[in-house]
């Protein structure tokens, strides 16, 4: 268990469909990661959050969108998704939110579009 | 950003040792160049990170040419539990952020 949470571990939904994943960071990190990996994109960076608010983006889609709580967990919301979307959705962690720091990475949430 | 080449695949015999090269000629030189793996099935873990100075700790060694712009992490000891995709990520230090990125990886293959 690396203390990173992530929910659902699976999820299957439709294509147009919304969805929310939940991310709670390892406890003391301040600063939370999205990655997407998908069979032909590999690990993709999506967005980095530290202490509530937004630090880097990657190529997230407009139709994605996240945040983080107060309490420094974070969802990541997909909406209108289409088949493409199926992938692996990971969450990181980390105390800072520098390039020096360690990335402690959740077991993932797959998400599966029909 | 600066980018990486590693080599797609290679493969080692168990218990002999692996050295993974990564050549990050962009790097800048306050970005720390880190290392990753991704067992099957799991999310990445750290292996070692490190910016001029040669770094060792349970996992592995890192090994940082002196001009930085190549790296190289050792496994001294390969196990079949090493068996992985290895990325090399060079980090930002002072960018507002993190993004680190992965590139695509070395895929190892250890055989007993």
């Known amino acids: 268990d690396s203390g990173v949470t992530q929910t659902p571990k699976h999820l299957i939904t439709a294509t147009g469909q919304r969805v929310t994943l939940r991310c709670s960071p390892r406890?003391?990190?301040?600063?939370v990661y999205w990655y997407q990996q998908s069979l032909d994109q590999g690990l993709q960076f999506l967005i980095q959050?530290?202490?509530?608010?937004?630090?880097a983006k990657g190529n997230i889609l407009e139709r994605f969108s996240a945040q983080q709580f107060p309490d420094l967990h974070s969802e990541l919301n997909l909406s209108s998704l289409e088949l493409g979307d199926s992938a692996l959705y990971f969450c990181?962690?980390?105390?800072?939110?520098?390039?020096?720091?360690?990335?402690?990475f959740g077991a993932g949430s797959r998400l599966t579009v029909l | 950003d600066a980018k990486t080449t590693q080599p797609n695949s290679m493969e080692s015999n168990e218990e002999e040792p692996v050295h993974l090269p990564c050549n990050h000629s962009?790097?800048?030189?306050?970005?720390?160049i880190h290392w990753y793996r991704q067992l099957p099935s799991q999310g990445p873990e750290y292996v070692i990170h490190?910016?001029?100075s040669n770094v060792n700790n349970r996992m592995a060694s890192l090994a940082i040419a002196e001009d930085r712009k190549s790296s190289t992490l050792i496994l001294h000891r390969a196990t079949l539990r090493d068996a992985a995709v290895y990325y090399c990520?060079?980090?930002?230090?002072?960018?507002?952020?993190?993004?680190?990125?992965f590139g695509g990886g070395t895929r190892v293959l250890v055989k007993p």
């Open positions: 959050y530290y202490n509530g608010e937004e630090r």
């Open positions: 990520i060079p980090g930002m230090i002072k960018a507002a952020g993190n993004k680190l990125t």
């Open positions: 990181a962690s980390s105390v800072g939110d520098s390039g020096a720091n360690v990335l402690t």
């Open positions: 490190g910016l001029t």
């Open positions: 962009t790097i800048s030189g306050t970005d720390y």
């Open positions: 406890s003391g990190d301040l600063s």
